[in-house]
């Protein structure tokens, strides 16, 4: 006796059925009239249950001509009805006969009909095995080879039991052809294999194992997703299925299915939904938290108590060396941490200023001693020293006024009173003090003062950005160093590091005429910047010469708000360049100089963009006279993270995190978490909104610039999350784990994974619903739109300006990280991003895909009661057109009405499935990550240009094809076939008489009767309008 075993894994991301968002999924097999199911899980949307189901197999030639129908439903405890979750379809062809040759493969769940709403997937191993439990050899000996499909001694003798045929397309109407296929299961068994191999559409394995699966992975390297061939790749273990074709392990598989959608995404990539103990929360629960002061402000991240110690100075302190002299410093000891201010070089009226904070989960000690030392060069010596008992502490909570410094008298170490007093302030406060972020802290104990700033928790802001409108008109009485020839003049513009080149003039004389455009980006403070405006004449190639320049400073220059008016031209002098750098005092009074025409202003009324505009964080113009007022606040808290990579594990250190956000102009940085896996941040941050179509951005960093480290080295990138804020709800709070990847040259990489607690309030809900009506970008962009071939250099221009401004911060935000959070290098060519967006397209053609097919269905008569009931609404709406858009917008609110029960619960993250990243290829991440311009070898630059060549050759095909019916139908009325023409107009007046004189209700309804027409009365040959458009000609045999 045979046993068919299937194992029923998991699921994942199935379809919510309850009010809260979930299901409880069990699994229903039937095989061969016989029904198993798993337990359920309860309030599981990626449930696992890992149980085998037994089936006794009672025929085995019989095998491939059985379906195993798998059925994911949502367990309904308050009735017997039970919801339909979706369905796998398995052609017993595909199963493979030991136990060894399985694998565990990823089915997609399919739908029941054109209007249910079914998504995930479910993962199956299934196989077959003899009831004794013999080795998988036996059974091959048993029941055949199944690689060459001769029989074995059992007596069989048909070599297609286990040899289906090579590749072959299926149609994919499955649920419907498997009916038909069981009510005609007693037809001949030739009619009933042609049946099934044109219209049986079920999963089937291909290469699942043996030798078949070998020959099948080495003669076909991995297909780059648009039709050719890179390097070789072994299989993987688990399979996504997404393909509808039939395998077959014979030598006559040739080919491969070269379109497969994208598997599905790795649960370790997916969100975790937390419930952190925080205020917001339990505030609201009755009875629950009545907390502290900070609980309205201070609310999204939990609260961490620290024991705060303010060293502000000390007065008439003794000396301590021989010369006389005293060198102090403070050491502020608590238990095993121990912070140290600077010395101060003969000072015995010291002033430090310095604040230490010591976390309350750390404490070792009851006592906290604050010493006073003299710093000296073999041993320091004891100065005097006061202790605090932590049972005495004050508290303090914000908005609490800051604790006042009192005086302290010193005491040696047995206790006795000394000369000198030290100015101290000791509380236990939370990270909402004002005085977090300026703290030394005890898990930074052994940073040196030059780098603790780098530790720091800072608040960043961009600088105000401009682009500058430099309009190049004319110049006159330029005076060329050769004047025996014409000159060839352009003008050459600069501003800081930036630097654009006029088109040469079309005329070649000493008062040219260029009339020409530029632009540049500003930045504030505007009376630093200067404007740069030379004259040059090309000489030859590398030869120029300078006939004069001038020199504007960009705070002079006119600022245009709206589109009505430019400001008016001026001339200019164009100094010599010898004298050029002078001052105006100190030139030559000249009779004579050169001019130059321009039109220079500076453009508020743009956005100037520094970042992608797909995520962008802020649409504001840079002028604030046009600003709108905010309409929400954002609130962010940073709580922690956990299962980071070591990033520093060669030099016995593990990772010193820290976290980056932005959104608008407003940079955060918390502070750096030295040496842990598991850093716990718990810092919170408000942004004001003024458009709800935004995205901000959070990215984790390992510094690099602690003790030890170089100037130049940079922090490495751990992740980052972007979180658009159109997906949020109002004032509901979202606390998740988001997982931290980065895609790199080896491939895709997990980094760990990274709490935020996330918050969107409206504090003007009509105007953030008008919004959604208003144009994304000030309304300069629209009526005096950039040119395109600006747009991207200004982007990046604007990029460098911001990375620049921000890396001179105190402590610097490191260029690494700001180019990190706005994407550089975006703009460039990525195939694994190509494939992405092709994959993205093709998702939203599928609705229209299934539309197309589920008419097609309906003209078949698939269903002739659905068909029927079309015929009678088709009926309705042509004797009663004005009923058409009122059903069509009814349908629409129908449709959204019930899929609001199915709306996301949790906010979008970074989607490895989508972005084709999880299965990348390495040649394709090689070359993602190569410079610009490349520095691969020649040989490896050859095969991707052949590679980039082939993809170029469909894309032409495809575009050509396009041409082609396009040329056909201009061919309608052309005469460049003038008997196509004439048949073709000659039926048009044909068809104008007849719909004249024809109610229009009439045509309606027999146009829809002929579409709709039973099969029986169709023909599988095309009809005459169609055969008629591909004769016309086109153009394609025109080309070369």
Request: hydrophobic share 35%; glycine share 6%.
């Amino acid at each position: 006796m045979i046993k068919l075993i299937v194992e029923v894994h998991d699921a994942g991301d199935l379809m919510p059925k309850d009010s809260d968002g979930f299901a409880s999924p069990f699994v229903e097999v039937d095989f061969d009239q016989q029904k198993q199911r798993t337990r359920t899980k309860p309030k599981d949307l990626n449930p696992q249950w890992n149980e085998h189901l037994v089936f006794n197999v009672t025929d085995p030639r019989d095998l491939p001509n059985k379906t195993i129908e798998v059925v994911v439903y949502n367990d309904r405890k308050a009735g017997h009805h039970k919801n339909f979750l979706g369905r796998v379809r398995i052609s017993g062809v595909s199963v493979p006969l030991s136990e060894s040759e399985a694998t565990v493969q990823r089915y997609p769940l399919d739908k029941r009909g054109l209007f249910s709403n079914i998504k995930g997937d479910i993962a199956l191993r299934i196989y077959a095995v003899q009831d004794s439990g013999s080795a998988p050899q036996s059974q091959q000996q048993e029941y055949g080879n199944v690689e060459t499909g001769t029989a074995s001694t059992s007596g069989v003798e048909n070599p297609h039991i286990f040899s289906p045929p090579p590749l072959q397309e299926i149609n994919g109407n499955t649920h419907r052809m498997m009916d038909e296929e069981a009510e005609h299961h007693h037809m001949a068994e030739k009619m009933m294999k042609k049946k099934k191999e044109q219209e049986v559409r079920t999963f089937h394995s291909i290469g699942t194992g043996g030798a078949a699966a070998a020959s099948f992975s080495h003669a076909h390297p991995p297909s780059s997703g648009f039709g050719f061939e890179t390097h070789h790749q072994k299989a993987p273990q688990v399979e996504t299925r997404t393909d509808f074709a039939r395998a077959g392990p014979g030598p006559g598989a040739a080919t491969v299915m070269q379109m497969q959608g994208p598997p599905r995404q790795n649960p370790e990539y997916a969100l975790v939904e937390t419930s952190p103990p925080l205020a917001a929360r339990l505030r609201y629960r009755p009875g629950g938290y009545t907390g502290d002061k900070t609980s309205s402000t201070y609310d999204l991240v939990e609260q961490m108590h620290y024991l705060y110690v303010s060293v502000v100075k000390a007065r008439d302190l003794p000396t301590m060396d021989v010369t006389g002299s005293l060198d102090p410093y403070v050491e502020v000891k608590l238990g095993n941490y121990k912070g140290v201010t600077r010395h101060l070089d003969k000072n015995q009226n010291p002033v430090w200023n310095q604040i230490f904070a010591f976390s309350k989960e750390r404490l070792q000690s009851n006592l906290v001693e604050v010493t006073v030392k003299d710093k000296d060069v073999l041993k320091d010596d004891h100065v005097g020293r006061v202790l605090f008992d932590l049972t005495d502490v004050p508290v303090r909570v914000p908005p609490d006024s800051p604790l006042a410094p009192q005086w302290y008298r010193l005491e040696d170490k047995h206790g006795v009173k000394v000369r000198g007093e030290i100015m101290l302030a000791v509380w236990i406060g939370t990270q909402a003090d004002e005085s977090f972020s300026d703290a030394w802290h005890s898990d930074a104990h052994d940073i040196s003062h030059g780098n603790l700033a780098s530790t720091r928790s800072k608040v960043y802001f961009s600088p105000k950005l401009y682009y500058l409108r430099v309009q190049v008109l004319e110049a006159q009485d330029l005076v060329p160093l050769d004047r025996s020839r014409a000159p060839d003049t352009y003008v050459k513009i600069q501003l800081g590091n930036q630097m654009r080149v006029s088109r040469p003039s079309q005329v070649r004389t000493i008062n040219p005429i260029w009339n020409d455009e530029l632009m540049l980006v500003a930045s504030e403070p505007l009376t630093q910047e200067v404007l740069v405006v030379a004259v040059g004449d090309k000489i030859e190639p590398g030869k120029d010469d300078l006939l004069g320049m001038v020199y504007l400073p960009v705070r002079d220059l006119p600022q245009r708000l709206d589109h009505h008016k430019l400001p008016e031209p001026r001339w200019y002098n164009l100094q010599k360049p010898s004298l050029a750098g002078e001052q105006e005092s100190e030139k030559k009074k000249e009779k004579f100089s050169s001019k130059i025409h321009l039109r220079l202003c500076l453009d508020a009324g743009y956005h100037v963009l520094d970042e992608s505009t797909h995520f962008s964080s802020d649409l504001q113009p840079s002028s604030k006279h046009l600003r709108k007022a905010n309409i929400g606040i954002l609130e962010l808290g940073i709580l922690s993270a956990k299962n980071l990579l070591p990033m520093k594990g060669r030099e016995g250190r593990t990772t010193d995190s820290y976290c980056v956000a932005k959104y608008g102009n407003k940079w955060i940085r918390t502070r750096t978490l030295l040496n842990t896996l598991n850093p716990r941040w718990n810092e919170q941050y408000t942004w004001e909104v003024y458009d709800p179509c935004t995205v901000i951005t959070v990215g984790v960093f390992d510094n690099h610039h602690i003790n030890g480290s170089h100037e130049d080295s940079r922090d490495q990138r751990i992740g980052k999350v972007r979180i658009r804020l159109s997906t949020l709800e109002t004032d509901r709070i979202y606390t998740h784990y988001y997982p931290l990847l980065v895609l790199t040259p080896s491939g895709l990489k997990k980094h760990g994974e990274l709490q935020l607690a996330l918050r969107f309030s409206s504090t003007a809900w009509v105007n953030m619903v008008a919004q959604y009506g208003r144009p994304l970008l000030p309304k300069m962009h629209y009526i005096n739109p950039i040119p395109v071939r600006y747009v991207d250099w200004l982007r990046h221009q604007a990029m460098q300006i911001v990375a620049a401004r921000l890396s001179r911060a105190e402590p610097p935000l490191r260029r690494e990280a700001v180019e990190y959070m706005l994407d550089v290098d975006y703009h460039m060519f990525s195939l694994r991003r190509s494939k992405a967006n092709f994959y993205r397209i093709m998702s939203v053609l599928s609705g229209v895909t299934m539309v197309c097919r589920w008419f097609n269905d309906i003209c078949t008569w698939r269903n002739p009661v659905t068909t029927c009931l079309v015929h009678v609404l088709f009926v309705i709406l042509v004797c009663y057109p004005e009923l058409i858009l009122p059903t069509i917008f009814l349908y629409l609110f129908v449709i959204g009405l019930w899929n609001y029960r199915f709306r996301p619960r949790h906010p979008p993250h970074m989607d490895a499935r989508i972005s084709q990243a999880e299965f990348a290829h390495p040649d394709e991440l090689d070359e993602e990550f190569d410079s610009f311009p490349t520095s691969r070898p020649s040989d490896i630059v050859r095969m991707r240009y052949d590679r980039l060549r082939s993809v170029a050759g469909r894309v032409q095909t495809v575009v050509g094809d396009l041409a082609t019916q396009g040329e056909r139908a201009q061919a309608l009325l052309s005469w460049r076939d003038s008997r196509a023409t004439a048949i073709f107009i000659i039926f048009s007046l044909i068809w104008a008489v007849f719909i004249y004189i024809t109610p229009f209700q009439v045509v309606a309804v027999l146009i829809g009767l002929y579409m709709l027409r039973h099969p029986r009365f169709r023909s599988k040959m095309p009809s005459a309008p169609v055969n008629f458009f591909k004769r016309l000609p086109s153009k394609s045999d025109m080309m070369l």
